[in-house]
């Protein structure tokens, strides 16, 4: 490693841990000092703004420790600022210092981050809902726009004056959503609804009729097409927000 390589690196590893990590030699000590606080101020802010709940929930003092240790510890696989968020959500998922936090942080973070990803996706919807007829007898696929999401806790409750131990007794299932007028918006749903959005995720031209049909066997529903018809009614409800494509 050349010299001036070396400086980099003792000038990156001091602006992450200036309290252990002495400043290299030949560099102004107060200069230092007042760009590292710049630094770790602006990506603090940053991360506030991007999860808003979480930094509510915690002291500053807890806040602060955290965003320390992502900015020592977490090794971002980017330099862009926009995707520090996604950083900060790999990092609560990992990290070691979760032991002294709240157990919902991880999957609030994700909460809060998706909402981020979807507004600044450059992905669009359908120029139009597919029609409701046959719409059960079409291979759908749905919008990268629109995202199926189970937690064990129920985030999107989560509050200064409500914050949870414990998870729920089922999981929090939701459906996160960019729309035609560019807002991001969450629905909760029951659990046939998050099967079926999850099973077209993940097999692109899935025919819900026959994936429905397969399922109520699978269940040994007694009532099969009354189980069917609640899930084409709930498959039209979801192609009113333009989420599906078809082949």
């Known amino acids: 490693m050349g010299e001036l390589q070396e400086l980099q690196k003792a000038f990156t590893q001091h602006l992450r841990n200036p309290d252990q990590i002495p400043?290299?030699?030949?560099?102004?000590?107060?200069?230092?000092s007042i760009y590292s606080e710049l630094i770790f101020n602006?990506?603090?802010?940053?991360?506030?703004?991007?999860?808003p709940v979480i930094h509510s929930v915690l002291s500053e003092a807890q806040w602060?420790?955290?965003?320390?240790?992502?900015?020592?510890?977490?090794?971002?696989?980017?330099?862009?600022f926009m995707k520090i968020a996604g950083e900060f959500v790999d990092y609560l998922a990992n990290s070691e210092l979760m032991a002294g936090y709240p157990k919902f942080l991880p999957e609030l973070a994700h909460y809060e981050w998706i909402e981020l990803a979807l507004f600044t996706s450059e992905e669009e919807l359908p120029l139009a809902n597919l029609p409701d007829e046959g719409l059960m007898e079409r291979p759908l696929r749905i919008s990268k726009l629109a995202v199926p999401l189970a937690y064990q806790f129920?985030?999107?409750?989560?509050?200064?004056?409500?914050?949870?131990?414990?998870?729920?007794?089922?999981?929090?299932l939701l459906l996160v959503l960019r729309d035609v007028q560019e807002t991001v918006r969450f629905f909760e749903l029951q659990p046939l609804a998050f099967q079926m959005l999850s099973a077209i995720k993940q097999h692109p031209h899935l025919v819900p009729s026959i994936?429905?049909?397969?399922?109520?066997?699978?269940?040994?529903v007694e009532d099969k097409?009354?189980?069917?018809?609640?899930?084409?009614?709930?498959?039209?409800?979801?192609?009113?927000?333009k989420i599906f494509f078809s082949e």
């Open 42 to 51: 602006n990506v603090s802010a940053l991360l506030s703004d991007f999860f």
């Open 211 to 220: 994936w429905l049909a397969g399922i109520a066997e699978q269940l040994d």
């Open 64 to 80: 602060q420790r955290m965003v320390r240790d992502f900015f020592i510890s977490h090794q971002c696989q980017t330099p862009y």
């Open 154 to 172: 129920p985030v999107h409750k989560i509050s200064p004056d409500m914050q949870l131990e414990a998870t729920g007794r089922e999981p929090t």
């Open 225 to 241: 097409s009354t189980f069917i018809e609640n899930g084409s009614t709930l498959l039209v409800s979801f192609n009113e927000h």
């Open 23 to 32: 400043i290299p030699l030949g560099l102004d000590k107060r200069r230092m």
